[in-house]
């Protein structure tokens, strides 16, 4: 098997590669009960770039895409579910679910992102119609995914 690699992002405003964590941002709305939803990796305003969706569209909150990464940031994608046992508050952070674990995915499982613009394809809708929930999102099922070699 080949190395994992979680080394560029699909900006979702302008849909270039993001291969540079310091330039990206994670940034999301909130609901009236503060609660995130709609999270968006994309670059930050700079060298010309105007990614970031920004304060004037609901997008208050905002955090460097290198937060998300690594051990570090699978904490701080955890403490936005749950403050955990020190902190001893019900206090979650999220209201659309789905998209979180797409952030997380996306920012913590090797592949996923690569394969993410495949979830559609005939090739991928042919080899995983009956799979079950955990199947396609295990890195070397995403890894096929991503090259389109399911089945071979
Ligand atoms: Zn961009």
Same mark, same amino acid.
């Given at each position: 098997?080949?190395?994992?690699?979680?080394?560029?992002?699909?900006?979702?405003?302008?849909?270039?590669?993001?291969?540079?964590?310091?330039?990206?941002?994670?940034?999301?709305?909130?609901?009236?009960?503060?609660?995130?939803?709609?999270?968006?990796?994309?670059?930050?305003?700079?060298?010309?770039?105007?990614?970031?969706?920004?304060?004037?569209?609901?997008?208050?909150?905002?955090?460097?895409?290198?937060?998300?990464?690594?051990?570090?940031?699978?904490?701080?994608?955890?403490?936005?579910?749950?403050?955990?046992?020190?902190?001893? /508050?019900?206090?979650? =952070? !999220?209201?659309?679910?789905?998209?979180? %674990?797409?952030?997380?995915?996306?920012? #913590?499982?090797?592949?996923?992102?690569?394969?993410?613009?495949?979830?559609?394809?005939?090739?991928?809708?042919?080899?995983? /119609?009956?799979?079950? =929930? !955990?199947?396609?999102?295990?890195?070397? %099922?995403?890894?096929?995914?991503?090259? #389109?070699?399911?089945?071979?």
């Amino acid at each position: 098997m080949t190395q994992p690699r979680l080394v560029a992002w699909k900006c979702d405003t302008c849909d270039d590669d993001i291969t540079e964590p310091g330039k990206a941002i994670v940034t999301w709305r909130r609901d009236d009960d503060r609660r995130g939803y709609d999270f968006r990796i994309v670059h930050k305003n700079l060298d010309g770039r105007h990614c970031d969706p920004g304060a004037e569209n609901g997008f208050i909150l905002n955090t460097e895409l290198s937060s998300f990464l690594g051990h570090n940031g699978l904490a701080y994608a955890l403490s936005l579910l749950s403050p955990g046992p020190i902190m001893g /508050d019900t206090d979650v =952070q !999220v209201v659309d679910f789905n998209g979180f %674990v797409d952030l997380v995915r996306r920012t #913590q499982t090797p592949w996923y992102e690569q394969a993410r613009p495949h979830w559609h394809t005939e090739h991928t809708r042919h080899w995983l /119609d009956d799979a079950n =929930q !955990v199947y396609p999102y295990q890195p070397e %099922v995403l890894e096929r995914i991503a090259k #389109q070699e399911l089945g071979r």
